[in-house]
């Protein structure tokens, strides 16, 4: 062998070594992502969430994203225990086919269903848990869902309809949380008071713990969303007796750390996103919510 061939085939060496630790560099990248679950809200359906998975694509290329497609459009009514108890059954599989974890997106209705699943899920294995303009401490305001639902009837007296056993047969009356009924809440709510262990609950420690394996929860929500009201509440604030917004650092269920959420801030674990100028059924497909908000949180 000549010095020059000796040369170039040291050249060809080095390139082919570059070329492969590259091809390892972005393999590892693009499959170093955690699967993403998404579970959409009321109303809602799998199909309406084609823009987000293309932001997903764009930003983290090969990321195995499930769109559940379970309890669509009007069945998105069913009591959110049953929602509960479906959406748990088809996201279990996922999660155990993850040994790094999965993170869950989870919108409006849906954030309230992650949340049950959180709970009362002793292994789950999420990594972060981002709450996509849910009412997380509750609904109470007239909006156009209210009326497709209830077309008599506005916020001053659907307690007299939520707070019965066949009220609590819908998902929005689930979380219903009239701040002038507030002991005919604690009393019939069959989800929210008692996934927030504001009523007693005999699992109550159990699913603190379960809800606390989480790694971070990203809590997403703005003043002209139109739809959740009020808006704070996917921010874990809620109205007092006059229809003041107590922010959530102020709420009885952080002070008293009723299901881990002080505990969570106090890890450093929680942040929060106000975003202005985002209608409720534009959160999944604004590309700034989701540059800004989510895309840093699915690694």
């Not at 949340?115 to 849910?134: A, E, K, M, Q």
């Not at 002070?255 to 881990?260: A, E, M, Q, S």
Request: charged share 15%; glycine share 6%.
């Amino acid at each position: 062998m000549t010095p020059l061939q000796h040369t170039v085939n040291n050249k060809r060496s080095s390139a082919t070594g570059c070329c492969t630790l590259l091809l390892l560099i972005v393999l590892n990248a693009v499959y170093c992502y955690k699967p993403i679950i998404i579970v959409h809200g009321l109303f809602d359906s799998s199909s309406d969430f084609k823009t987000l998975l293309g932001y997903i694509n764009e930003t983290h290329p090969g990321t195995n994203v499930t769109v559940i497609d379970l309890f669509d459009h009007s069945e998105s009514l069913q009591p959110m225990w049953k929602q509960v108890e479906g959406f748990k059954d088809a996201i279990y599989p996922i999660m155990q086919n993850a040994a790094k974890g999965v993170h869950l997106i989870c919108y409006s209705q849906g954030g309230l269903v992650c949340r049950g699943i959180l709970s009362t899920l002793p292994d789950h294995n999420v990594d972060t848990f981002i709450s996509l303009s849910s009412p997380q401490a509750g609904q109470y305001g007239d909006t156009d869902y209210l009326k497709w639902v209830f077309p008599t009837l506005v916020k001053t007296n659907l307690f007299h309809f939520c707070y019965t056993h066949v009220g609590q047969g819908l998902s929005i009356c689930n979380y219903w949380n009239d701040p002038h009924h507030q002991d005919m809440y604690l009393n019939s709510s069959d989800f929210l008071a008692v996934l927030n262990n504001e009523r007693e609950n005999p699992d109550a420690t159990v699913w603190k713990n379960n809800f606390l394996r989480i790694k971070k929860l990203v809590l997403i929500g703005g003043p002209d969303d139109g739809v959740i009201t009020p808006w704070q509440s996917s921010h874990f604030a809620f109205y007092n007796e006059n229809e003041t917004v107590v922010e959530m650092r102020d709420q009885m269920v952080y002070l008293k750390d009723t299901f881990g959420l002080k505990t969570l801030d106090a890890r450093g674990d929680l942040v929060t996103y106000e975003m202005s100028g985002v209608q409720h059924t534009k959160w999944h497909s604004n590309q700034t919510v989701y540059t800004e908000c989510i895309a840093r949180w699915l690694t």
